[in-house]
């Protein structure tokens, strides 16, 4: 089942640049759109959503785009800092309301100092 | 700032024996979920729980498993007679039920069946 695929899994940027993370999703039926963050021994933690019916959702140095036709949604964080080293996961959900999340593969990002 | 609590951290048990993970959720929360991540691989949905019964399963979620909301802020997930490919970690989340659809995460109970 690989209906959510994030294919590099690491990153190395260096601080103060932008980091991208890149996510394809096959199912078109996805409405709803999450990146979360996760360090090791604990839990993911939500960073930022969107909706299908948006192209681009921004909150602080955190934006994702979605590009509905290619099927594919981007996180861009800007300026990078030391403590966003962490892996990264796309989520998307069925469609609106409490339903599961189907999740990528993760993408682990080191930022270099 | 509230948050998905739960217990134990570490379980290991031996396989074949029964074990009960806890979670509790945020307090204004009604829905609840776990999910696993086994190492080195994605994190797959369980079970989905809302109005005191289960609203969605996943096929791993077999009759091996159960959940339960024994009281107004615990939520578990049994695992009757555990196999060695149980092992993994185990994540409780929570979500509102006024469109917000963000689904908050515990930190994982981690199981080892051995």
């Known amino acids: 089942d690989q209906q959510v695929k994030q294919n590099s899994p690491s990153l190395s940027v260096q601080e103060g640049r932008i980091s991208i993370l890149n996510c394809d999703y096959t199912n078109s039926m996805f409405d709803y759109f999450l990146w ?9 933690t939500f960073l930022i959503s969107i909706s299908s019916i948006k192209d681009k959702n921004e909150d602080g140095r955190f934006t994702v785009f979605l590009n ?12 990078s800092q030391p403590g966003d080293s962490a892996v990264y996961f796309c989520a998307a959900k069925l469609r609106f309301g409490n339903e599961k999340l ?7 990002l080191t930022i270099i100092p | 700032e509230p948050e998905v609590t739960q217990t134990p951290s570490h ?3 031996q396989m074949g024996q029964e074990v009960i ?5 945020i307090s204004n929360h009604l829905y609840f979920y776990w999910y696993r991540q ?26 091996q498993f159960s959940v339960e909301r024994p009281d107004g802020s615990n939520f578990t997930l049994k695992i009757r007679s555990t196999k060695l490919e149980d092992s993994a970690m185990y994540f409780c989340a929570s979500s509102e039920d006024n469109g917000a659809y963000e ?3 515990g930190p994982g109970t981690r199981l080892t069946v051995t």
């Open chain 2, 103 to 105: 689904q908050y995460f």
């Open chain 1, 68 to 79: 509905k036709s290619a099927k594919h949604l981007s996180l861009h964080i800007v300026p």
């Open chain 2, 38 to 63: 086994i190492l080195g691989q994605k994190v797959e949905f369980l079970v989905s729980f809302y109005n005191n019964e289960i609203s969605e399963k996943s096929e791993i979620f077999d009759d």
């Open chain 1, 36 to 44: 979360y963050k996760k360090y090791p021994a604990e839990g993911p």
């Open chain 1, 102 to 108: 189907t999740f990528g593969t993760g993408t682990r």
């Open chain 2, 11 to 13: 379980q290991v048990t």
């Open chain 2, 21 to 25: 993970l806890r979670c509790v959720p």
